[in-house]
């Protein structure tokens, strides 16, 4: 049930679970274990805990299986959106039981008792051809399934979860791969009763603000962030700021956003 804030969900982005660890770069199953246990020991008020794509790096099984073992020390219910390094056919076979729409997509609406979450695929796959792959797109029968939700009317507010952003997020080189028809999404939206708010991923840094009114949360990865680089075109670029995962309140006034890098603030206490 919603707390004194509102509804709570938790926001982990960009987790890049890996078989094996790479070469120099953190591991993903031991940040997000940390990040779980975190979560379990502040947050077991919060109503459900999305991770919002990039669930691995190479979209492999091994990886999800390894996600899938880790997620079960989560003492939360949780929701799973891919992203751009997921592969959509090996996540549901390591999910089956992942919501989708009648399209195959991954999305969904989640129907909490005090919001109702709007979950998008943003994936540009199949071909898995990178790196075009690498942008974002909703096709026309995603777009069209999105209008028929908007076009059901609720009385909770609505909040739309995404990897990709759908605009410019300033990093010259992860706008070269945000969503492809960014103007197609905020075009649909403006057929419907307004959207409170938008969370994405992509771009593994804390960034907020609004785009054509909308207001939006972009949150940090649990293994590596964007440097503030505005200008170069590497879109693998990271540097070793702390894990973080997202804290969200949805109530009948608005929405509140805050984001936590736990790694700077271990546990005290026992999980
Ligand atoms: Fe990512």
């Not at 777009?143 to 059901?152: F, K, P, S, V």
């Not at 890098?261 to 271990?266: G, H, I, K, Q, S």
Request: charged share 20%; hydrophobic share 40%; with cysteine.
């Amino acid at each position: 049930m919603p707390t004194r804030l509102g509804t709570k969900i938790i926001v982990f982005t960009d987790i890049h679970f890996t078989a094996e660890n790479r070469a120099g770069r953190p591991d993903p199953d031991a940040s997000l274990a940390s990040g779980i246990a975190h979560v379990n020991h502040y947050h077991s008020d919060a109503d459900l805990v999305v991770f919002s794509g990039d669930l691995t790096h190479h979209g492999d099984a091994a990886s999800y299986a390894k996600l899938k073992a880790r997620l079960a020390d989560l003492k939360l219910p949780y929701h799973l959106l891919i992203g751009n390094h997921d592969n959509r056919d090996t996540f549901r076979a390591a999910f089956p039981d992942a919501a989708g729409d009648p399209n195959g997509f991954v999305q969904a609406v989640i129907d909490l008792p005090g919001a109702r979450l709007i979950t998008l695929d943003t994936l540009f796959a199949p071909p898995y051809d990178y790196p075009a792959a690498h942008a974002g797109t909703l096709c026309g029968a995603r777009l069209a399934w999105l209008e028929d939700q908007l076009a059901t009317p609720s009385a909770k507010p609505t909040v739309i979860i995404m990897h990709h952003p759908p605009h410019d997020t300033g990093f010259e080189a992860m706008d070269s791969i945000k969503l492809r028809n960014g103007p197609a999404f905020y075009d649909a939206l403006a057929r419907h009763a307004p959207v409170r708010h938008l969370v994405c991923g992509h771009i593994h840094r804390t960034i907020s603000g609004s785009h054509r009114g909308l207001p939006f949360s972009i949150f940090k990865s649990t293994v590596g962030q964007m440097p503030m680089l505005f200008e170069g075109t590497n879109t693998a670029v990271e540097n070793d700021e702390p894990a973080a995962y997202g804290i969200v309140f949805i109530n009948g006034d608005g929405v509140l956003a805050h984001t936590e890098d736990y790694a700077l603030n271990p546990l005290t206490t026992p999980a």
